[in-house]
């Protein structure tokens, strides 16, 4: 018989509905608890050969409470089973650092005796209770009427419900050095984790039972394995041969290694977003943010969080353990140091549309027109709140890199902590010899936007703000939202966004001074300045006040959104006069403002601007995934 259109369809889906059903099954079998039968198995031990309780002492043992822990005070390791001899035991939580030649293996084991019988499960392990007679047994549902503990058997049997998991995680505090950058391009070689399960393979390692065993090569000196935790745990860390020929062989590896119950005590956050935003730089320094902390503005943070590392890319220093905690802790360029100083200054700043908290790293001492990998990292030891929150006794996280780079020598300076204009945090335009360093430079733009303010505050007076609403300028808007759309286009239009004139041109990027002479006392390209010159929107600085007193040389200034100017004009009373140019007018909107892009990091300029991840990178694994979702029905139809 011949199906209809309709009904291939609806065989189609009913057969692509059974495949998932099967292969859910197949994958994710269900685990059941039983009360199983143990007719054959002798009074006093599980059907595992775990042992929970003995005849004789019955009555003095709690069937309800923990099970029992071999651990006996009289008796020696030498009664209840040894270590393996050159195999070291490794406690929680606590992180062991050593060193290891080139060529060898450090065994450890972790012993499930170690952590106590109830600990070791999960916390939602089921118990029950039961005891034999005749052979037969039953579940007990209580103590006897009077309160006393029955003369039968008693043991504790554990229901079938997965063992706790062992986090195990290694990181390279030191790694064989380069000869020089010109003769060792290669990075380092990496350790490599061995792991076993077997009691027949205590010593893991390279020359060991592969079948038997795991190997996990270290990623940019960090390596994290987990593994159920229902028997002991034996791993090793192995160090590869090094040739003396392209690596300074005088000093072994140096690793850390810890294990955990909680999670792993050295992890990496490689997420598509970084932990870490570049927000802007100059010839010499640069301020790198974190994203929010808090998600309010009641939440307080009284100590900063994160450290940061700094290096530069022509440096090789890093390769090799750049997701290593204490890797980065010991070779970074700029980096915390033991005294507590570093290059980079630390701070928490509320700010931001929501005035949310972040911390601020502002980091000097850099090289001009240098490209630099910033790597911003956590240390929860150090945070009291987030031990509460894990139960652990703290670890390391590093996170994602983020590479920016520093300007050349230049009309451009970097400015913050302004009085008015708070979020005002980048490169503007300036001149080293009149304003050797951004505190003085500051003072100016600073002085400029209060006179602007107070100017504007005055017209505003004249406004009934305290109307009764139907009285008001706007049913939409009122004084403060007039306040607040000002303060926003001031910030952004009189202390312009500096970029070097070298910039790569960009429909953003505006040329200004043109015809001025750079801090050497060079000028523009003759034929630039003949196609520019004469015109005022190329040839001066958008304020006359930047010219007058900071006298810039050239430089490219990124343009104003457009959307600051538009909601100004919406938020205040049209008697104050402010108006926009129209998008189409060539030598209006183009030389005053620009359309913002959300495939771009930065497209125009805006308080609290900086270079934020693009929409393009972050929709990258989204549309990975929703092709994935749209992908497997198809194929398992067809």
């Not at 059907?47 to 929970?52: I, M, N, P, Q, T």
């Not at 009289?74 to 290891?100: E, H, K, M, Q, W």
């Not at 980048?426 to 600073?446: H, I, K, Q, W």
Request: charged share 15%; net charge negative.
């Amino acid at each position: 018989m011949q199906l209809s259109p309709l009904q291939s369809r609806l065989a189609a889906s009913l057969i692509a509905s059974c495949l998932v059903v099967v292969l859910y099954l197949f994958l994710f079998a269900p685990q059941f608890a039983f009360a199983a039968d143990l007719n054959q198995i002798p009074s006093g031990f599980d059907s595992d050969g775990s042992f929970y309780g003995i005849q004789d002492t019955a009555d003095s043992l709690d069937a309800r409470g923990p099970s029992y822990d071999p651990d006996f005070s009289l008796f020696d390791r030498s009664i209840i089973g040894r270590v393996a001899d050159g195999v070291a035991s490794i406690d929680l939580n606590t992180p062991t650092n050593s060193n290891i030649d080139f060529g060898s293996t450090v065994a450890y084991v972790f012993e499930v005796a170690s952590v106590s019988g109830r600990s070791a499960q999960e916390p939602d392990t089921s118990y029950e209770l039961r005891r034999s007679l005749n052979g037969t047994q039953a579940l007990v549902e209580g103590d006897s009427e009077d309160g006393s503990t029955s003369d039968l058997d008693l043991d504790l049997g554990r229901r079938a419900t997965p063992s706790k998991t062992l986090y195990i995680s290694v990181n390279t505090c030191n790694q064989p050095a380069r000869i020089s950058p010109d003769q060792t391009t290669m990075d380092p070689p990496q350790l490599t984790l061995f792991v076993s399960t077997s009691s027949e393979n205590t010593t893991p390692g390279p020359d060991g039972n592969q079948g038997a065993q795991k190997a996990i090569v270290f990623d940019e000196g960090a390596v994290m394995f987990n593994t159920s935790l229902d028997r002991d745990i034996y791993f090793t860390i192995s160090a590869p041969e090094v040739s003396d020929k392209y690596f300074v062989t005088t000093l072994p590896y140096n690793y850390e290694v810890a294990v955990s119950l909680d999670g792993y005590y050295h992890s990496y956050d490689g997420t598509t977003e970084p932990n870490l935003i570049w927000v802007d730089s100059d010839a010499s320094s640069s301020l790198l943010t974190t994203r929010n902390l808090t998600s309010s503005p009641e939440e307080v943070i009284s100590t900063p969080p994160y450290v940061v590392f700094v290096q530069n890319t022509q440096n090789l220093g890093i390769n090799g353990i750049r997701k290593s905690y204490c890797g980065l802790s010991s070779w970074a360029q700029i980096r915390p140091l033991q005294n507590g100083q570093s290059q980079a200054s630390i701070g928490l700043r509320q700010g931001g549309t929501a005035n949310l908290t972040m911390q601020e790293f502002y980091v000097t001492g850099l090289n001009a027109s240098a490209n630099y990998t910033g790597i911003v990292a956590l240390n929860t030891s150090l945070s009291l709140e987030k031990r509460q929150e894990s139960g652990s006794a703290g670890g390391m996280v590093v996170y994602k890199a983020v590479d920016f780079s520093t300007k050349p020598n230049g009309a451009c300076t970097f400015i913050f902590n302004l009085t008015l204009c708070t979020e005002t945090r980048y490169a503007v335009p300036g001149n080293p010899e009149r304003y050797p360093n951004g505190t003085v430079l500051a003072a100016v733009y600073d002085d400029y936007t209060q006179r602007m303010w107070s100017n504007f505050d005055k017209v505003l007076q004249q406004t009934p703000c305290q109307a009764p609403a139907a009285e008001r300028y706007s049913l939409a808007r009122d004084c403060d939202d007039c306040k607040q759309a000002y303060k926003n286009w001031l910030c952004s239009v009189a202390i312009p966004r500096c970029e070097d004139f070298s910039s790569p041109d960009e429909s953003y990027l505006h040329i200004r001074n043109v015809n001025a002479p750079f801090p050497n006392g060079s000028f523009v390209d003759p034929s630039i300045r003949a196609q520019l010159g004469d015109k005022k929107a190329f040839s001066s600085s958008r304020n006359v006040e930047i010219d007058e007193v900071i006298q810039p040389g050239p430089y490219k200034e990124v343009l104003p959104c457009d959307y600051l100017c538009y909601e100004l004009v919406r938020s205040c009373p049209a008697s104050m006069g402010f108006s926009c140019p129209l998008p189409k007018s060539k030598f209006g909107f183009n030389t005053s403002y620009a359309i913002p892009d959300p495939e771009k990091e930065l497209s125009c300029n805006y308080p609290g601007s900086a270079y934020y991840p693009s929409a393009a990178s972050a929709m990258v694994a989204s549309w990975v995934s929703m092709a994935a979702c749209i992908l497997v029905p198809l194929l398992l139809i067809w």
